[in-house]
C-alpha cells in the first residue's frame, strides 16, 4: 500500500479547541466590518448624490439585505467545505488506523520526536495515547483537527450574517437621521469610531496588536467612503 506523504507539526490541542470556538466569533467580528464599511461606503456614495430620505433608507435597507445574506451564504458555503475536508482526512485516517496499526503508531513516534522528545519517550506517549484514542491522538499532531471540535458551518453563517446587520445598521442610522449638512461629516466620524472598536476586538481574538489593527481598518474604511463619495459627487453633479 503507498504510504501517505506526513509533514509532522507539533500540536496544541487546547489551543485548537479555543481556536475551533472562537470561529464563529470570528466570523461575526468580519461580518461586522464589513458591514460597517460596505454600508457607510455605499450610503456616503448616495448622499453625496441626492438627499432624498426615501431613496438613502431603501438603498440602505436593500443593501444591508443583500450584504448580510450574501456573507451568511458565503460563511456557511466556506465552512462546509473546511468541514468536509476535515471529515474526509479523519476517515482516511481511520482507514489507515484499522489497515496498519504498526505504521500509524511508528508515525504517531516520529510527529511526538519532532517536538523534541527522545525516542523512547516518544514511543511511550504514542502507546499511551493509541491505547486510549488512536484516531484522535494522530489527527491532532499530525492533521491538527480535534474530531471532538470541527468546525460548525451554521454557527459561522448565522454570526456572520447578524453581525453585518448590526454592523451596517451604524452607518444606516446616521445617514437618514442626521442632518441633511452633516449626514457625510457625522457618517465618517460613526464610522471610524465603528471601525476602531472591530479592530480592537480582532485584534484581540488575534492576540495581535491593537493600533495596527485600528489603523489598518480605519484607513481601508476611510479609503472606501472617501472613493464611494467621489463617485456619487460625480453621478449627482453629471445627472
Partial sequence: MTQPDTHPTASFPD????????????????????????????????????????????????????????????????????????????????????????????????LHMETGMSEDTARRAAVEQTAHDPLAAHARAHLG????????????????????TLGGIFPLLTAVLAPDSLKVVLTFAVVIVALAVSGTVSARLGHAPRLRAIVRNVLGGSLAMLITYGIGSFAGTAL
Fill in 15 to 110: 489551543e485548537e479547541a479555543v481556536s475551533g470556538r472562537l470561529n464563529a466569533l470570528r466570523a461575526g467580528v468580519l461580518g461586522a466590518n464589513d458591514g460597517i464599511v460596505s454600508i457607510a461606503a455605499l450610503l456616503v456614495g448616495v448622499v453625496a448624490a441626492t438627499n432624498d430620505a426615501t431613496v438613502i433608507l431603501t438603498t440602505a435597507l436593500a443593501g444591508i439585505a443583500a450584504g448580510a445574506l450574501s456573507m451568511g451564504v458565503g460563511e456557511y458555503v466556506s465552512v462546509s467545505s473546511q468541514r468536509d475536508a476535515e471529515k474526509a482526512q479523519l476517515e482516511r485516517e481511520k482507514v489507515w488506523h484499522d489497515s496498519r496499526p504498526e505504521w500509524e503508531l511508528d508515525q504517531l513516534t516520529r
Fill in 145 to 164: 483537527i480535534d474530531p471532538e471540535e470541527l468546525v460548525n458551518p451554521w454557527h459561522a453563517a448565522f454570526a456572520s450574517l447578524c453581525a453585518f
